[in-house]
Every structure is written in C-alpha cells, then in structure tokens.
C-alpha cells in the first residue's frame, strides 16, 4: 500500500514564502512523476508544478518564476518551495506521484491535500 503525506501548508502574507513538503511511503519499487496540483474554492483541480525521474520540470505559467519544484528520491520526496506569494495562490496544495509498486502495479496517487492561505 502507498501514501503520500504532506506537510508545509499554512497562512502567510503577500510577498512570503512557504515550502511543502509530500513523502511517499509504502511497497515503492520506482517513482515516475511527482508534483503538486491545486484546487481553489469554486475552481477545477489545476497543475502547478511536476518533475519526472529524470529531473525535468514543468511548471503552471501563473507560478513560473516564483515556485520551484524538486525531489530528493534516496527520501521519496518532493517539494515545493513557494516564493513571492499572492493572493491568488490560495488554494488547497495536492501531492501527486505515478508510482511502481514492488508488485508491479503502476498508479497515479494523491495526498490528502494541505491548504495555503495568502491574505493580508
């Protein structure tokens, strides 16, 4: 069984910064994809920022230039270092990662979702 725990969300202010943290655990044999999604009140689920096994990055135009996103794969982990926040990056943050099982099954999974307040 697999799981994606994160951890980083909070309220911070315009121009702050947070950094998210999401830690696959479980019978892992590989990792592919990992990155973050969001979905704000009233919104569909949108990409923010993916990064495959090789280290190639894609981000969200709104969130190019100020997020950054990386892994740490001896850790099982990816982040997301948030810099220069805005109002409009309020969201709930979902990890997300395409992961092989030691059994050999290949599946997209989720985290539970950890929110990000920006406001004054």
């Known amino acids: 069984q697999v799981q994606l725990v994160e951890s980083g969300g909070g309220l911070v202010q315009p121009g702050e910064s947070l950094r998210l943290s999401c830690a696959a655990t479980?019978?892992?044999?590989?990792?592919?994809?990992m990155g973050w999604y969001r979905q704000a009140p009233g919104k569909q689920r949108e990409l923010v920022a993916t990064?495959?096994?090789?280290?190639?990055?894609n981000y969200a135009d709104s969130v190019k230039g100020r997020f950054t996103v990386s892994r740490d794969n001896a850790k099982n982990t990816v982040y997301l270092q948030m810099n220069s926040l805005k109002p409009e990056d309020t969201a709930v943050y979902y990890c997300?990662?395409?992961?092989?099982?030691?059994?050999?099954?290949?599946?997209?999974?989720w985290g539970q979702g950890t929110q990000v307040t920006v406001s004054s």
């Open positions: 479980g019978t892992i044999f590989s990792i592919y994809t």
């Open positions: 997300y990662a395409r992961i092989e099982t030691v059994a050999a099954r290949l599946n997209a999974y």
């Open positions: 990064i495959n096994d090789g280290g190639t990055t």
